[in-house]
């Protein structure tokens, strides 16, 4: 089963807009972490945010964290045609040590 | 090694065949992760180690699914009589201590086809 629901499912900007994706999850978490995924292949770790942090900060990426409304957002700024992946939100559940991931929104940036 | 390695890439195999996949964790990583993603949805949990211990198999999908990881280190998923209804990429991920607010580092997994 797939706790995380990403939405939207689909997005399609055009390069240097910035792209802002959303997760909602249902049960109590530790943390939630951020993945991109190319051709359906390998996932790359992005970013981890723990459940006693609001935002944090990589580079061209900001992560928020609402627990009360159970819900997290990624913003990619100035976006790049080599950003186009699908991007999936992963959820640590307390008391357990799996990584819940959700459906995942497909990103596709213009040049 | 420097990642998560996952051997073989691609493997094509007959219904009611056995397959076995492998995966190389990053070394001193003691948790490691099968996952399991079908065309167009999210990695789906399968089993967690802690060490040479199953510490969460609750996703294994029935008695055809098993894995071992006999020292620590490498981990073997198994799949007995397999059916098409397997096909799917199986993602391994390791971490230095599992869950917990420590990130997982995935390979680039293995294509599985039944035909």
């Known amino acids: 089963s797939q706790q995380g629901e990403e939405d939207p499912q689909a997005l399609s900007i055009q390069e240097g807009e910035n792209a802002t994706m959303n997760c909602s999850y249902k049960t109590s978490i530790n943390n939630l972490q951020w993945y991109r995924q190319n051709s359906g292949r390998g996932l790359v770790h992005l970013i981890l945010?723990?459940?006693?942090?609001r935002e944090k900060h990589s580079g061209r990426l900001r992560v928020t964290l609402d627990t009360s409304k159970k819900s997290s957002s990624l913003l990619i700024t100035a976006s790049r045609a080599a950003d186009t992946a699908s991007y999936f939100c992963?959820?640590?559940?307390?008391?357990?040590?799996?990584?819940?991931f959700g459906t995942g929104t497909r990103l596709k940036v213009l040049a | 090694g420097a990642g998560v390695s996952q051997t073989p890439s691609n493997k094509v195999t007959e219904k009611g065949k056995y397959v076995e996949l492998r995966c190389d964790p990053i070394?001193?990583?003691?948790?490691l992760y099968w996952y399991r993603q079908s065309l167009g949805q999210g990695p789906e949990f399968l089993i967690y180690f802690q060490g040479t211990g199953a510490a969460d198999d609750s996703g294994l999908p029935n008695d055809r699914f098993f894995a071992v990881r006999p020292e620590g280190s490498v981990s073997t998923l198994k799949i007995q009589r397999t059916e098409r209804g397997d096909s799917a990429v199986y993602l391994c991920a390791s971490s230095l201590a599992g869950g917990m607010n420590t990130e997982a580092f995935f390979g680039q997994g293995t294509r599985l086809t039944v035909v």
């Open positions: 070394s001193g990583h003691t948790a």
């Open positions: 992963a959820t640590g559940r307390s008391g357990t040590y799996k990584y819940i």
């Open positions: 945010i723990r459940s006693n942090e």
